[in-house]
């Protein structure tokens, strides 16, 4: 039973940054369409806001990092097959210790295509969309309703 719990330990340990990754990105993303609720659309507002224009770089940033299913096919292929082979030997040390495996970390159920799919509809196409909108009103290179 020891062995167990410290099996289950190791496991959230293994998995914790992963999912810290994933909890910040939601975290940034709700903290930044706030922002933009709360600045507004003008230039002024957030040039005058240090913390503000440090948030609207981060995101920046953050879009980078996300930015992979945006490369020419055969580099987003190519890290995409480089992601999953790092979940893959996450599962596979999960499955050793007898632990459940995590999402997308099982070489029998994870298909590239299908995650890859989950995660620019989930994950990185909400992100830029709000990120990049929102950068073009406040540089006043988008057009708006008004």
Known sequence: REREREREREREREGEGEREDMKLHFQHFQE????????????RQWRDNPEAMDQLCVNILHIADLSNPCRPFEAAYRWARLVLQEFFAQGDKEAALGLTVSPLCSRNATLLAASQIGYIKFVVQ???????????????????ED
């Open 126 to 144: 909400p992100y830029v969309q709000v990120t990049v909108y929102s950068v073009c009103i406040i540089l006043q290179i988008w057009p708006t």
């Open 32 to 43: 930044f369409k706030c922002r933009v609720g709360t600045e507004g659309t003008g230039l």
